[in-house]
Structures are given as C-alpha cells and as structure tokens.
C-alpha cells in the first residue's frame, strides 16, 4: 500500500468501505474501475482490460466507461445482480490543491434503482427486508420509485412455507436481511427459488430511532418485528444508499387475510402474470386483461391479480363500476383516450420528490394533469359508488398547472443549465436580459451594413468566436480600405480580424446578459420546482386514483370485446358457472372453437368433483378455467361464463402432477407430496383446490391409494371439506363416488370411432371407463406398428397382473373365471360370505388394481380381527 501513489491509496480506502459493491471511481470525464473489480467488469461488460501504473513499479489492472454513457452500462451491471458504488469527485479538479477530494454518494443496487431507464415502466420495484422473531416473521417493503411501502407479519402454523408464499408474491429485486441470521434454512430457500438480491444489514446499524419521522401504521407498533423490519429498511436506505424517502406518506399494515391466498404453485400453475414454459407475459392472464393505458393502471392491474379480494362488499364495488363502464361505452372510451395522453405520474411525483427532474419531466407532468377535469366531466355522468369515490379523489391540481404552465416554455432542452427553458413574461429580469441580448444582436447586424456601406470593404462582416468574441473580417484585397478605428486583432492566411471600441461595448452587454440569464433560468427553474413539490403528496393521491379509473376501464374493455359476464358474488359457498371458458386459452385459439362447460360444486353434496378421460381431452384446462374465473371474480373482473355464482373462496391451491423442480434438488415426486402436505394443512372449508393428477410420480398402486386417501380427507366435512376438482387418469378413482360423501364424478367426454378417438372437450356426469392411452399415442402421430404392439402388450401385461392378484388373494380360477365352488368350501381362503359374496359379482378378468387393494385391505382387516 506504500507504494502506491496518493490517488489509489484515496481509492483502496473507498475499495475497503465498499467492498461487497464494484467501485465506480470518476476520474476526470470516466468512472474507472482497478483490480478485481476491472477484471469483472470487462468480462461483464466486454470492456478493454487496460493497466494503470499506480505506484513505484505497480501496474493495476483497469477499465472505465465514458460517464456521458454510464448509466446503460450500471443499468447492465444491476441487471446481472451487482451493486454499483459510484464514487464522484467533489470539488474541480483544477482547483483542487493537491489530492481531489471524492465521495461515494450513492450505492446503486436492485432494490433501490430510481432511472426510469432501468425500471420497467409495469411492474413495481421492491426492495424488502425481513427479521425473523422466535416464531414468527416481521416484513417490510417498500417501492422506492414510487413511494408505496407496506409492512405486515406472518405467523401461526407452518410459518416458513407462509413467508415463502408472501415473498414470492411481492417478488422483490432485493431483500435485506439481518447479517446474525443469515444462516437460517428459509432464507435459502427463498434465495434459490427467487431472483433476489440478497443484502445484509448489521443489527447494530439499525435505529429505531430511524422511523420516528415517519408516520407508521400502529398495527406496525404493536407488531414488534414488523417494526424491526421497517427500521432496517429505512437505515439501509438512508445509511447506505443515502437515499431519504420525502415522498413516502406511510408505512401501511395489511395482513394476509385481507387477500384471497394463493400459494406459490397456484400463482405459477395458473400463469398469472407469465406462464409456466418461457415465463412470458403473453398466454398470461394479465396478457389478456391488460387493457390499461398508463404504466401506473399496468401496476395496479398486476396487484389485483396478485391479490384478489375476499370482502363481499369491496369486490361488489368494483364489479359495480366495471359494469357501469362497461355499459356506458362512449364515456368509456372517451376517458380511455385521456388516459392515453396521461404519463407516470407517480413515478414523477417520485422524481420531483427526490429533486431529480427536469423540465421535460415538468412538462410531462403538466400534459397528463390537464387531461384530468375532463376526465372528471365524464365520470360526473355516471351514477356508481366507487367511480364517484374516484372521482372525488382527483384533484386535477390546477395550481400546480399553472406553475408550470407560466412558468417552463412548451419544448424545453433536456438540460437545465444552459439556459432557453423559462416562458417570456414569466421574470421582468429574465425578459429584459433576453431583450437586450436581441437588441445587442440587432445592433451588430446593423453594424456591419452600416460599415459596409462606410468602408466600401464589399464582403465586410461581423463574426464570432468563442475566443475572440466578436471581430469584423476582411480579405486580403481591401487591406488598404480599413479604417484607423479598426483595430487589429488576428491575421490569417487570407483575411485579418478586427475589433472597434463599439463592437466591444456591445459585445460585452450581449454575453453579459446570456450569462446571467442562463444563471437566472436555472434559479428560477430550482424555485418552480420546489414549489410543486411540495405537492407530491396531492399527485400520489391523484396518481393512485387514475391508476384504479384506468383498471376499472381497461377491465370493462375486456368485458365488452371477449364477452364475459358480471358474475354474482355470495357467501353462500356455491361456485356456478354456466358455459365457462378459460380466459387465455380462447383468446388464443381466436376462432371461437373452444367449448365452454358447466361447473357445479358446493360445501354439500358436490363437493369434490373427480374428473376422468384420457390425457388431452381438456382436464387441466378445465379445472384452471375454474380456479381463473373465481380468481377474476375476487378481483372485481367480469368473468368467461354465460353466468356465475362464485360463492366466495378464502384461499385458491393449486397442484399439477409431475412438474419438475430440479433445481430445488427434490425429486418431482417429493415436491408433489410435498404440496399435498402444503394444502392438507392449510385449506379450509372455504377453499378451492385444484389436483391434476396426483401421485403420478410413483408406481401405480402407491399413486392409487396417495390419491384415494387424500380425496378422502380433503372431502371429509369434519376435517377440511373444501370444494375441490380432481382430475386423474386413474378412471379407477371414480368408484369413490359410492364410497365417499359429497364425491361426484365427471369425465370429459370422447367418441371412439373404431381404432380412433375424438375429443368432445364436453363435461358430463359419470366415469371414464378407460385411459384411452394408446388411443392418444397414435393420435400423436407414433406409428401404427408401434401401436399395435404396445396394445399386445398392454393386454399381456394385465393378464399377467391380474395372475399376480389372484395369486395374492388366493382367489381360485378356472379359464379366468372364479372357482365359485371351491371358494366357497376353501377354508384356506378363510373369506366370509360377506367377501365371497362382493369378489362373486366381479368379472375378474376385468379386475382393476383399484379393485384388487380394496380387496386387499378388506382382507386384511378380517386376518387382522380374527
Ligand atoms: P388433459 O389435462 O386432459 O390432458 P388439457 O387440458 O391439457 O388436457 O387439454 C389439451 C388441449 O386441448 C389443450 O391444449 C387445448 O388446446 C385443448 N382444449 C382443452 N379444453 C378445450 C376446450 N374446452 N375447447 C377447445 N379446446 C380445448
Ligand atoms: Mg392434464
């Protein structure tokens, strides 16, 4: 280190600070970067790898970026999971006696980014911390790009997998966490599943102190984790990123049960907001509901969907006013025009709030505010609770208007500080430096006719350059036409350059007054600028309720084009669709070929439904199409039916068969029982569960009796009784129907026409009767020479199985069919008449495995009593 000269050892001081961030260390016109860090970033970056001798015989390695270009590469660096510490130089350079003084003013990392450039304009940005207390979990987040901050606890039984669903579900860029338990399982957990950031923040740096300025919820009081978790976010944003939060009005409290719950697989399963093969938005359900046009309605859309409601009242209020738009199309549509015009203004409300506008952004602002009394004129014309509560929530903030409207001309520069950005008539200083910076000019054209005119020099005229100022120029030839006023200032190679006393006056007064007004503008502009923000508060609440209007409309569109219905929301546990659809699946198809389906289920006799028919014949369509249109219903949408009761849902789970999750390293088959675990113990009466399928990661008998015990338990009214949709491929499963309470069956119906089958996609009453699987393979296309034999030895196969049973049973059979004599005088079989009697009534050659446990279990049970 002594031997480094005094500038790197100025920056392996910051390196030290700093060491878990790549040092951005501004170096005249570049940030530079030396060591580890150059080498990263010119991997990271494709940068040239330079040296840089930095001491007696030291040589470091090093790389920059231009700083006019280094927002996009810091963008790149975020991205990829770096934070960035940019370290400025503070004080100029040539003024600077000996070392420059330098600073490291912010520490850009994913959760705390506020370039519009680097955020998508759809989605909020969270940044989240969370402490964990004995048994429980507090949590904290907020969006600093717009200002939203939130905090709630999760606690009570299987807590983890709570907090594991919640996180997911608010998806931060970046999470805090408490440096003294960084080793807790949960948190690994959650830093494999996510793309998060991870952050660590040392418990001694965290004040309660810190949210004393700022105004808390007091349900976060009393909830001291909670409160834990706010305080570290507020002091590593502060303390760390040396960002402070004007703009945030409160940290607000909600809890989980305010919202319908959906676990992590019931979001990705029903491909909310992307879908499960490339994780786009497109096939998405936001895909085919966002009809919004502003990001902030994008925004807001996306929460919805994330958390749909469960109060009765509140759904109705949006159905209500999505139904009032939807039938009122012209104003509709006129107030979807406004909005077209209407920018982000709750990220510029954000902007202005940390001082970082300019006056395009000011501009922006005005241009979106003055849609809003129109805006507001429509929504007097229609007679509905919430579109008033809205419309009662825009302040069309005139005042602010006005501010910039006098004051920021129409089309300013993208810079503030060179002046040509104030509206003349705004500032009498502005207006009279501006006049006498034009009568200057005017007076130097009138100059060098009037000298002309007097010299007789023809081609006489009045330049100017940034070193000379002003200067009259002459050729060669007319020489010896200049004046003796004139005095000589430059000599090229075909002219000489001149100046006059008078020149100079003017000269001076002219640069005098840009020079000033330059300053002037800028002043002003800073005044302006503070004045509207001390308006933030108003524009976030204006922002938030455009955001709604822009949902509530974009929602009615849909309605309107895909033809969905108000559904009736109740409390009475009866979920009723009448020709439903699955939201995603018909838009894509686009050609009105997908058939719609009934659906009844309730907490009474219908309560679980179990599904059969061969694979493809639209099952797992089926049951998400149901789960969607509960979904959409909760969050206020109109709904893919012809009608719909949805008796409201308390929570939503989801489960499909044979999903990898290798990266988990857990075997399919351990995830799947492992969600079966999840929902055995968390669904209630309330509920709504969808199983595709499972026990398929297991042989058939173990799958089997997986499947059997759980539709049993879920069905049972004394320990969960929820409404469920079981679709299986075991058409085995269907004789549960006369064996449990409130077990209905249905099979998507096919017709067999001859060695082919046709899918109906219709659902109806009763059982498939067979899997049709090789019905399928040859549908798919696999050769018939291979069909053919697969179907040999598929009947070969259950011969052989059905020997195995008998054998097990010890069931006498004669040319496959049961020795009913020797049966029955058998004492080795020691069968009471009771079995005799159900195995009589069977054709054993077609005795499915089903057939053959329960027979198993039965016989258990009697060597086990007697
Ligand atoms: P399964 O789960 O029974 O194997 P899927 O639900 O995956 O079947 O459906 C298979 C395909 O059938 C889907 O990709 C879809 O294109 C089509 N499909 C499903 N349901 C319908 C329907 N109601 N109308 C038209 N096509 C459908
Ligand atoms: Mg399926």
Not at 333 to 357: C, F, H, P, W
Request: proline share 2%.
């Amino acid at each position: 280190m002594c031997n480094l000269t005094p500038m790197m050892q100025q920056y392996m001081e910051f390196k030290e600070k700093y060491r878990d961030s790549i040092l951005f260390f501004r170096l005249g016109d570049f940030y530079e970067m030396f060591y580890d860090d150059a080498e990263l970033a010119s991997r990271e970056l494709e940068l040239t790898l330079t040296g840089r001798p930095c001491g007696k015989d030291v040589r470091a390695p090093m790389c920059g970026v231009p700083i006019h270009a280094s927002a996009g590469y810091i963008a790149k660096l975020i991205s990829k999971g770096y934070k960035v510490a940019i370290c400025e130089q503070m004080e100029d350079v040539a003024e600077a006696k000996g070392l420059v003084r330098r600073e490291v003013i912010r520490v850009i990392t994913p959760g705390t980014v506020i370039e519009t450039e680097m955020l998508d304009d759809k989605k909020n940005n969270y940044l989240m911390a969370i402490k964990k207390d004995k048994r429980s979990f507090g949590l904290a987040y907020v969006d600093v790009s717009t200002g939203e901050f939130l905090a709630t606890m999760i606690d009570g039984e299987n807590v983890e997998s709570r907090l594991v669903d919640e996180v997911d579900k608010v998806n931060p860029s970046e999470i805090i966490i408490f440096l003294e338990e960084k080793d807790e399982e949960v948190y690994k957990r959650l830093s494999k599943m996510l793309n998060s950031f991870i952050s660590y923040i040392d418990e001694e740096k965290v004040d309660l102190n810190v949210i004393r300025d700022i105004t808390i919820d007091d349900k976060v009081k009393e909830n001291h984790v909670s409160e834990v978790a706010v305080a570290a976010l507020v002091s590593y944003l502060s303390g760390t990123q040396k960002i402070t939060l004007p703009h945030i009005d409160v940290a607000k409290w909600y809890t989980r049960d305010h919202y319908l719950v959906l676990d992590c697989a019931a979001r990705k399963n029903l491909e909310l907001t992307e879908t499960i093969r490339d994780g786009g938005k497109r096939g998405s359900l936001i895909w085919t509901l966002d009809r919004t046009q502003t990001s902030m309605g994008a925004r807001k859309l996306r929460k919805w969907i994330e958390r749909p409601l469960v109060d009765i009242m509140r759904i109705s209020k949006r159905l209500d006013a999505v139904g009032n738009l939807k039938d009122n199309f012209i104003i509709r549509n006129e107030i979807m025009e406004s909005l077209q015009k209407v920018y982000d203004i709750e990220r510029l409300a954000t902007k202005l709030a940390i001082g970082n506008v300019n006056c395009r952004d000011l501009i922006s602002l005005k241009m979106s505010l003055k849609n809003l009394p129109f805006i507001k004129e429509q929504l007097e014309k229609l007679d509905c609770n919430l579109l008033r509560d809205i419309n009662s929530g825009i302040d069309t903030l005139t005042d602010v208007v006005d501010i910039i409207e006098s004051a920021i001309v129409e089309d300013p520069p993208i810079t503030i500080k060179e002046g040509g950005i104030i509206k003349s008539g705004y500032d009498r200083r502005v207006d009279e430096l501006r006049k006498a910076t034009k009568e200057g000019k005017q007076w130097i054209a009138e100059f060098e006719a009037r000298e002309k005119e007097r010299t007789g020099i023809k081609n006489l005229k009045v330049g100017f350059n940034k070193v000379f100022g002003y200067y009259i120029e002459v050729t060669r030839s007319y020489y010896n036409m200049v004046p003796d006023t004139y005095i000589r200032k430059q000599t090229l190679a075909n002219c000489e350059r001149y100046i006059t006393n008078d020149l100079k006056r003017i000269e001076n007064m002219i640069l005098g007054a840009q020079d000033k007004v330059i300053v002037l503008e800028y002043d002003l502009f800073v005044k302006v600028k503070e004045n509207i923000a001390s308006s933030v508060m108003r524009m976030k609440k204006v922002a938030d309720n455009v955001a709604t209007l822009d949902v509530l409309c974009a929602l009615a569109e849909v309605a309107e084009r895909m033809n969905y219905v108000k559904p009736n929301i109740s409390d009475d546990g009866v979920l009723k669709i009448k020709e439903g659809r699955h939201p995603v699946v018909e838009k894509v198809m686009d050609d009105n070929s997908f058939v719609p389906n009934d659906t009844y289920l309730d907490t009474e006799d219908s309560r679980l439904a179990i599904i059969t028919g061969p694979n493809m014949a639209g099952k797992s369509t089926y049951m998400r199409q149901v789960a969607l249109i509960v979904l959409m219903a909760q969050m206020g949408s109109f709904v893919s039916a012809s009608e719909a009761n949805i008796g409201i849902a308390d929570k939503i789970f989801t489960r499909v068969g044979a999903s990898d999750n290798l990266a988990l390293g857990q075997s399919t088959f351990m995830v799947e029982m492992h969600e079966v675990a999840d929902i055995v113990k968390n669904a209630t009466r309330h509920s709504l569960i969808i199983l595709d399928e499972i026990g398929r990661g297991t042989s058939t008998y173990d799958g089997l009796s997986i499947a059997w015990a759980v539709v049993e338990h879920i069905a049972d009214k004394s320990k969960i009784g929820a409404r469920t949709l079981f679709a299986t491929h075991y058409h085995e499963l269907t004789e549960l129907e006369d064996k449990i309470n409130g077990v209905k069956n249905y099979c998507i119906s096919v017709e067999k026409n001859g060695d082919d089958i046709v899918f109906l996609r219709k659902i109806v009453r009763g059982g498939a009767d067979e899997s049709y699987g090789v019905y399928v393979a040859k549908l798919s296309g696999v050769p018939d020479c291979i069909i053919n034999r697969a179907q040999d030895i598929l009947k070969n196969l259950e011969k052989e199985e059905m020997k195995r049973i008998q054998k097990k049973l010890k069931i006498p059979v004669i040319d496959g069919q049961i020795d009913m004599f020797s049966m029955n005088n058998s004492s080795e079989t020691k069968l009471d008449r009771e079995i005799v009697g159900e195995i009589k009534t069977m054709d054993v050659t077609t005795l499915t495995p089903l057939d053959a446990l329960n027979l198993l279990y039965k016989l258990q049970q009697k060597v086990n009593e007697g």
